[in-house]
T-cell receptor
Framework: GAGVSQTPSNKVTEKGKYVELRCDPISGHTALYWYRQSLGQGPEFLIYFQGTGAADDSGLPNDRFFAVRPEGSVSTLKIQRTERGDSAVYLC????????????FGPGTRLTVL | SQQGEEDPQALSIQEGENATMNCSYKTSINNLQWYRQNSGRGLVHLILIRSNEREKHSGRLRVTLDTSKKSSSLLITASRAADTASYFCATDGIGGGSNYQLIWGAGTKLIIKP
C-alpha cells in the first residue's frame, strides 16, 4: 500500500471490554512498531516486531496488552479489560528493515474508554 | 520514558519568519529524527541526522546536532501557514538499553500567523 494504515480510526468502548486495533504496514517493511500517545505528549514506545516476532515488548504497560504479527505483515494490538487510563491515540509505524531506518507512521487509532 | 525535551513548548510567529526549535536528550544516540504532526493526523518524518553528522538540510529545513551538548535544533526558514503543527524530536539510543526504540519529547507546538 501507499502508507501505513490503521483501523479503526476511532474506537469507543466501555471499561472492562476487550478491543483490537489493527495496523497494516507498508508492503515489504519487516519492522513494525506500536506507540501510544496521550494528549500533549510525544509517543510512548510499546512494542517492536521484526518479522513475525516481538523483538522488544518492554514498553507494554502490563499483561492486559498484547500484540501479534502472525504473518510478518499486519499486526493487531489487543487490550483486555480496558481501563479509562488506556484512552489515547495508538500509533503504528513501519520501517524497511532495520530499526535505524526511517519509521513511517499511520494516522493512529483514537481509543476512548468510558 | 521520555528522553527528548523540546523547547520552547509553544511558538507563535508571523508567516515568512524563521522558526527555531530545540531538542535536548539524555543518553548517547545513533541518530536523531524530527517529525511533524498536524492536528488529528499522523506523524510525518521530516529529517534524520546521524550521530556523526553535525548539520543537515532538506528544503526549508535545517537541522543541527551537537552530541557534546546532547542537543539538536530544527530551523524552518520562510515559514508558511501550512507549517502550523507540533514538532517532535525522537532519538534511538545506545544508552537506553536498545537502539530501536524511538524515544520522544513532548513536542513544540508551532503556530504560524498569516
Amino acid at each position: 500500500g501507499a502508507g501505513v494504515s490503521q483501523t479503526p480510526s476511532n474506537k469507543v468502548t466501555e471499561k472492562g471490554k476487550y478491543v483490537e486495533l489493527r495496523c497494516d504496514p507498508i508492503s515489504g517493511h519487516t519492522a513494525l512498531y506500536w506507540y501510544r500517545q496521550s494528549l500533549g505528549q510525544g509517543p510512548e514506545f510499546l512494542i517492536y516486531f521484526q518479522g513475525t516476532g516481538a523483538a522488544d515488548d518492554s514498553g507494554l504497560p502490563n499483561d492486559r496488552f498484547f500484540a501479534v504479527r502472525p504473518e510478518g505483515s499486519v499486526s493487531t494490538l489487543k487490550i483486555q479489560r480496558t481501563e479509562r487510563g488506556d484512552s489515547a491515540v495508538y500509533l503504528c509505524a513501519s520501517s524497511f528493515r532495520h530499526s535505524t531506518d526511517t519509521q513511517y507512521f499511520g494516522p493512529g487509532t483514537r481509543l476512548t474508554v468510558l | 520514558s521520555q528522553q527528548g525535551e523540546e523547547d520552547p513548548q509553544a511558538l507563535s510567529i508571523q508567516e515568512g519568519e524563521n522558526a527555531t526549535m530545540n531538542c535536548s536528550y539524555k543518553t548517547s544516540i545513533n541518530n536523531l529524527q524530527w517529525y511533524r504532526q498536524n492536528s488529528g493526523r499522523g506523524l510525518v518524518h521530516l529529517i534524520l541526522i546521524r550521530s556523526n553528522e553535525r548539520e543537515k538540510h532538506s528544503g526549508r529545513l535545517r537541522v543541527t546536532l551537537d552530541t557534546s551538548k546532547k542537543s539538536s535544533s530544527l530551523l524552518i526558514t520562510a515559514s508558511r501557514a501550512a507549517d502550523t503543527a507540533s514538532y517532535f524530536c525522537a532519538t534511538d539510543g545506545i544508552g537506553g538499553g536498545s537502539n530501536y526504540q524511538l524515544i520522544w519529547g513532548a513536542g513544540t507546538k508551532l503556530i504560524i500567523k498569516p
